[in-house]
C-alpha cells in the first residue's frame, strides 16, 4: 500500500508541475474516491502536503523576484483569520462526523469544478478585463477586493483544501491583469504557504491528518514535480489544461454521486 501512496503522490506531482494547477484538486478526490480515505483527513493530510511543496516553490520564485509581497500581505489579512475561523466551525460542529463529512465531500466537489472553469475559461475572463480597463478595480477598492477574495479562499481552502492554485491564480488575474504570468504563479504560491500552513494545523489539532499518508506522498511527489517542471515545455499546455478539466470534471460527478 505503501508503494501506492508513492506512486499516486508521484502522479500528482507530475501533473502540477505539467499543468501549475494545485495539487489539491487533485489530491484529495484521488484520495477520496481510489484509497477510500475519509474526506476529512483526505483535507487536513492534503494541507499539510500543500504547505510543504509550496514553501519550496516560494523560495524558488523569490529569488526570481517573482513575487508581489503587496498582494501577498492583502490575501493574507483576509485568508489567515478565514481559515482560523473555519477550522474553530469544523471543531464546533465535529470535524470527524459522518454527515460533515459528506458536506466537506459535496464542497470538494464544488472546488473542483471551480477549478474546471478557472483552467477552461481563464484566458477569456483575462481577456474580458483587459478590453474593459476602465472597469477594473482601483486603489482601495481593488485592496478590500483582494482581502475579500483571500477571505473567501481561505474558507475553501481550509473546508476542501481546493482553491488556491487554479482559483486563486485566476481570481490573481481578474484583479492585477497586469502581473506577468510568472508573478501570477508566485505570488499565487506565496500568499498559499501561510494559509495552507495554518489550516493543516488546524487539521492538526483536529485530528484530522494521517502522518504517514502525508510522508508517503511527499516521497513520491518531489521527483514527480521535478520531472514534470522539466516536460512542461515539451507537452502542449492547451491539450493538458483540457485532459484535466475533463478528468475533473468527471471526479466531481462521481463525489456528487
Known amino acids: 500500500m505503501l508503494l501506492t501512496y508513492i506512486t499516486a503522490g508521484f502522479a500528482v506531482g507530475l501533473l502540477v508541475g505539467m499543468t501549475g494547477v494545485g495539487g ?19 483535507v487536513g493530510t492534503d494541507l499539510a502536503f500543500a504547505s510543504v511543496t509550496k514553501g519550496a516553490g516560494t523560495i524558488t520564485h523569490r529569488f526570481n523576484n517573482t513575487v508581489d509581497w503587496a498582494i501577498v500581505r492583502r490575501l493574507c489579512i483576509g485568508a489567515l483569520p478565514a481559515a482560523l475561523a473555519a477550522t474553530l466551525a469544523l471543531k464546533y460542529f465535529g470535524a470527524l462526523d459522518a454527515r460533515l463529512g459528506q458536506i466537506i465531500r ?10 474546471v472553469v478557472a483552467l477552461l475559461f481563464r484566458r477569456r475572463m483575462l481577456a474580458w478585463v483587459q478590453a474593459k480597463p476602465g472597469r477594473q478595480l482601483q486603489g482601495r477598492a481593488l485592496a478590500n477586493a483582494t482581502i475579500f477574495s483571500g477571505a473567501v479562499l ?7 483544501s481546493i482553491g488556491a492554485g487554479a482559483i486563486g491564480a485566476t481570481l490573481l488575474v481578474m484583479l492585477y491583469p497586469k502581473l506577468t504570468p510568472a508573478e501570477v504563479a508566485g505570488t499565487d504560491i506565496a500568499y498559499a504557504v501561510p494559509l495552507t500552513a495554518i489550516a493543516a494545523l488546524g487539521h492538526w489539532w483536529l485530528g484530522s491528518i494521517d502522518w504517514m499518508l502525508l510522508v508517503t506522498l511527499l516521497v513520491g511527489s518531489v521527483p514527480g514535480i521535478t520531472l514534470g517542471s522539466m516536460l512542461a515545455r515539451k507537452v502542449p499546455e492547451r491539450f493538458l489544461r483540457g485532459l484535466l478539466a475533463v478528468t475533473l470534471t468527471g471526479v466531481a460527478a462521481k463525489l456528487v454521486l
Open 154 to 160: 481561505g474558507v475553501l481552502v481550509t473546508v476542501s
Open 106 to 115: 459535496y464542497s470538494i466537489a464544488g472546488s473542483v469544478m471551480l477549478t
Open 24 to 42: 489539491g484538486s487533485l489530491m484529495t478526490p484521488l484520495l477520496t474516491l481510489m484509497f477510500g480515505v475519509s474526506p476529512t483527513v483526505a
